[in-house]
Each structure stands twice: as structure tokens, then as C-alpha cells.
């Protein structure tokens, strides 16, 4: 990881010193990684890739600003957790709307997603998405991006100690969750 961040500083420097490749490395190694940071937010693939196109506009924009390049990934992150939670919002107030409407026409419902018996880490990952946000996040950011307790904080804007707690409460309701679900199975 402290290579990428040398790689990233680097990139950073050479795009601020007008080496314009530079942000097309970055957006090459990056794109993906932000892509999949929205997707988990707005669990909509169109509404992702528009949240990253968003972070993007504001990352060429601000990048100049950036004061420690190595600090590239973390910022850009929480760039993107920014858009996407505003996306989420603006989609909930759609969803009041569209609800409404479902209430008030006959016959008109949403389909309940099936229990999908697979292996272990799909169902680990789905049980995920039913935590509160915050924990998702936290989750999402330690497991699957690798990064520390400290660049967590930086990126969701919360204290260390606090990201330690919803690690904590995201891995014991997964825990719950698990315990539950053996228990079903083992009496159905």
C-alpha cells in the first residue's frame, strides 16, 4: 500500500507540474476502485458510474488543492462516499414519491428478493448490505480496500475510535446474523 501511495504522490505531482498522462494513470488504476466504492453506496451500476463521473469532475478541479499527494486515494474516496451519499438521498426522495404511488395503485408491488442459498462469503456480503450504512462502510473499506483504522477516519470524516466501534457492531451483528441463519437451517 505505502508503494501505491509513493506511485500515487508521484502521479499527483507530475499532473499539478502539467504532465497530463499523469491523470490518466491515476484515472486508469483508480476509476475501478471508486467505481466499486459508489456501487457499494448506491447499489445501482448507471447511478455509480454517474457518482464517480461527478467525483471526477471535482478531483481534476481540486487536485491542485491537495496538499499531501500521498493522501491521493483516501481523498478521492471520500469524494466519491460524498457524492454517493448525496445520490442516496436525492434516490430517497424519489423512493417517498414512487412509494406513495405503489400505496395508491392495486396491484402494483415490489417483488421480495429470494434467500439465496450459495456459499458462505455471498451470503457474508449480503448480510452486509442489510447493516446501517456507517458499518457497511466501514466494513466495505477495512476488508475489501485494505485500508487502516487511521485513513478509514480520514475518508468517512469520523473519529478513530469510532470507526473502531461500527467495525465492531458490523462484525457482531454479522456474527448474530450467521448464528440465526445456522439456526434456521438446522431447524428447517
Not at 491542485?64 to 478521492?76: E, K, N, T, V, Y
Not at 446474523?177 to 434456521?184: A, D, G, N, Q, V
Request: glycine share 6%; aromatic share 10%.
Amino acid at each position: 500500500m505505502d508503494s501505491r501511495k509513493t506511485i500515487d504522490a508521484w502521479l499527483v505531482q507530475e499532473y499539478k507540474n502539467g504532465h497530463k498522462k499523469a491523470l490518466g494513470l491515476l484515472v486508469k488504476y483508480w476509476h475501478p476502485k471508486l467505481c466499486r466504492q459508489a456501487l457499494w453506496y448506491v447499489k445501482d451500476l448507471h447511478l455509480a458510474e454517474d457518482v464517480v463521473q461527478e467525483a471526477w469532475q471535482v478531483i481534476i478541479n481540486q487536485i491542485i488543492r491537495l496538499r499531501d499527494p500521498h493522501q491521493f486515494g483516501s481523498w478521492a474516496y471520500t469524494i466519491v462516499t460524498n457524492k454517493a451519499k448525496d445520490a442516496l438521498r436525492l434516490q430517497q426522495k424519489e423512493r417517498v414519491k414512487m412509494t406513495a404511488y405503489w400505496k395508491s395503485e392495486p396491484g402494483i408491488g415490489m417483488e421480495a428478493e429470494g434467500d439465496s442459498k450459495t456459499i458462505k462469503l455471498q451470503w457474508i456480503l449480503k448480510a452486509i448490505k442489510t447493516l446501517p450504512l456507517e458499518q457497511q462502510e466501514v466494513l466495505n473499506l477495512f476488508y475489501l480496500d485494505a485500508y487502516h483504522i487511521k485513513e478509514i477516519a480520514q475518508i468517512t470524516g469520523v473519529t478513530e475510535p469510532t470507526v473502531k466501534t461500527r467495525l465492531f457492531r458490523g462484525r457482531e451483528k454479522i456474527k448474530e446474523l450467521l448464528k440465526s441463519r445456522k439456526h434456521e437451517q438446522g431447524n428447517g
